[in-house]
């Protein structure tokens, strides 16, 4: 059985919130940040830098040019959404060190940040140039 702290610890490790996804990437950590929705829904409005796998295609061939040092942060629209889980699930099968974005999308624009896309909206921008 595991303990409280140890519960803990281990949620933190495989979660972020919107505003340390955003502390790490204005610090240029070595982290990179995937849209596990549709392609339409990414087109639609995204976060800034994020790159675009649909959960359903995350396959060795469709990751093979992802960087394994590297942390990814997978998002979709929100509570109401499990694309960033499967995503999560699927980045972690094929090797990859992931957490998930705890209310997606939706979260990230509560918190003011900026998306981009066909319906993206103002607010804080990242500054690292991502």
Not at 12 to 18: G, I, N, W
Request: hydrophobic share 40%.
């Amino acid at each position: 059985m595991i303990d409280q702290v140890d519960f803990y610890a281990a949620k933190l490790r495989f979660e972020t919130d919107s505003a340390d996804l955003f502390a790490a990437l204005q610090s240029s950590a070595n982290i990179a940040v995937i849209d596990a929705r549709s392609v339409e829904a990414y087109e639609r409005e995204h976060i800034p830098s994020a790159i675009n796998i649909p959960h359903r295609t995350m396959t060795e061939e469709t990751t093979v040019h992802l960087d394994k040092g590297v942390t990814y942060v997978t998002y979709c629209d929100g509570i109401g959404c499990n694309a960033s889980t499967k995503g999560a699930l699927n980045m972690a099968k094929l090797g990859f060190d992931v957490k998930e974005l705890m209310g997606g999308l939706d979260w990230w624009k509560r918190d003011g940040y900026a998306t981009e896309g066909l319906e993206g909206r103002e607010g804080q921008l990242v500054s690292c140039g991502c």
